[in-house]
């Protein structure tokens, strides 16, 4: 067989990136000296890492960050915030993943809540685990449509209980009807001790509770998430703190 006819064959098979490595090995006298294992295993390398690339590049697409470009190193341990810094690579590692615990970011509105979030969950993409970002009354609206539309199953397991880390942000601002309540107790219960969530709220677990239609919705929902947590606050000791306002960001 030609070496035409084997870079066909290989991209036949959708195996371009090793195609062109070997088509560059045909050309490339430094390789011609190396043994025929050597120069296979260097093509098999080039092909793994651009599947892994495509794949993480698939990971972070379809995950939806608010903030894609968050990143965990770029994260601000500014005296004013009290953030810790050894808190926040010890998350990232996303050992709470493997384990299936939460993570509840409390902080007021400002204080870069969702930069953290969307921080923890591109470390989580670069780890290949599914992430899925999503604001809360994004989330129930959708599970509204869903619902009208008859796939409601079919929406509720795919965008929301198969990623492994699913970040809700804007979680419990206002208070829930009886619908989404019940919405959110088949979603919680779905994910418990299977997955893990990331909720962003500007009110601690105390406060949360009032938001729900009843009393043993949200007793059911709070138990669920509290005890398999990690809490992290972003506190100021400035109370005009804002990292808006520390990056222009909203800056009039």
Known sequence: MTHEATIQQLHAMRLSTMADAYAHQMHDPAIQDLSFSERFSMIVDVEYRQRKDNRLKRLIQNAHFELPHAHIADVNYTSRRKLNRETVHRLAEGSYIDQHHNIIILGAAGLGKTYLACALGMAACHQF???????????????AVARGEGIYRKVMKQQFQSPSLLIIDEWLLVSLTET?????LNLINSRHHRSSTIFCSQFSPQGWHGKFSQSPLADSILDRI???????FLESADEEFSMRELYGINKA
């Open 226 to 232: 509290v005890h398999d947590s990690y809490t992290v």
């Open 180 to 184: 989404e309540s019940q919405d959110l």
């Open 129 to 143: 685990y599914k992430v899925r970002y999503i604001r809360l009354p994004n989330l129930l609206g959708d599970l």
